[in-house]
């Protein structure tokens, strides 16, 4: 079946430093990239829709300064958190969309911003 | 009003008998309806996807979709202690590949 290598799994900064995640679709190709936040006992919600070699699409509310998307191919995505503080931290997922596989979701990045 | 809603729970439900697990919507434009599960701390795996009226079986999954009601629900027979976990509805609309997530109900499966 699809798999979506996220990584990594948990990173710890410190406050004002960047945080690179990383989505890589590891034997399909992902047309489209969907990058999600999750804070305690909350659903996901959708922060960015990528598309590869386009710009991202963000949702009402997400500053694309701060939260930088790559999409360069179509088996990578980046999520950069630029500048991170401790409201920052959350759970961070990426999926990836295919025609053939549908919705794949990574494994998922717990960010702890001190 | 929440575009996906769902009864956040928790939800306790013996081992061996029915969960139900119940979803509405706002938008009667949307089309294609899942069913993820989440155990603490990691993502969602899909359970189920449904996108016609009536019922759709897969091994002790059960997903019903009403659209005239706006409602889809989940059904876990013989339920067992490894389906504790938030079950999350997603929901996604005609020309659009987003998925909308419900808040997710918690299950408890007690032993």
């Known amino acids: 079946g699809a798999v979506v290598s996220q990584h990594p799994s948990w990173v710890i900064c410190k406050s004002g430093t960047s945080v690179k995640i990383e989505c890589r679709s590891l034997d399909f190709q992902a047309t489209t990239m969907f990058w999600y936040r999750q804070f305690p006992k909350q659903s996901l919600m959708l922060m960015a829709t990528?598309?590869?070699?386009?710009?991202?699409?963000?949702e009402q509310g997400v500053e694309k300064d701060k939260f930088l998307i790559n999409h360069a191919s179509l088996t990578l995505s980046t999520l950069t958190v630029t500048s991170a503080h401790p409201e920052d931290s959350s759970f961070y997922i990426c999926?990836?969309?295919?025609?053939?596989?549908?919705?794949?979701f990574g494994s998922g990045t717990r960010l702890t911003v001190v | 009003q929440k575009e996906v809603e769902q009864n956040s729970g928790p939800l306790s439900v013996p081992e061996g008998a029915i969960a139900s697990l119940n979803c509405t919507y706002s938008?009667?434009?949307?089309?294609?309806f899942f069913w993820y599960r989440q155990y603490s701390g990691k993502s969602p795996e899909l359970i189920m996807f449904?996108?016609?009226?009536g019922d759709k079986e897969d091994g002790r999954f059960t997903a019903q979709l009403n659209k005239a009601s706006q409602y889809v629900s989940l059904l876990i027979r013989d339920s067992q202690p490894s389906d504790s976990a938030t079950y999350l509805c997603a929901v996604t609309n005609f020309g659009n590949e987003k998925l909308t997530f419900g808040t997710g109900t918690r299950l408890t499966i007690i032993p």
């Open positions: 999926s990836a969309s295919s025609s053939n596989y549908g919705y794949t």
């Open positions: 938008d009667r434009g949307s089309q294609s």
């Open positions: 449904i996108y016609s009226n």
């Open positions: 990528s598309n590869e070699g386009s710009k991202a699409t963000y």
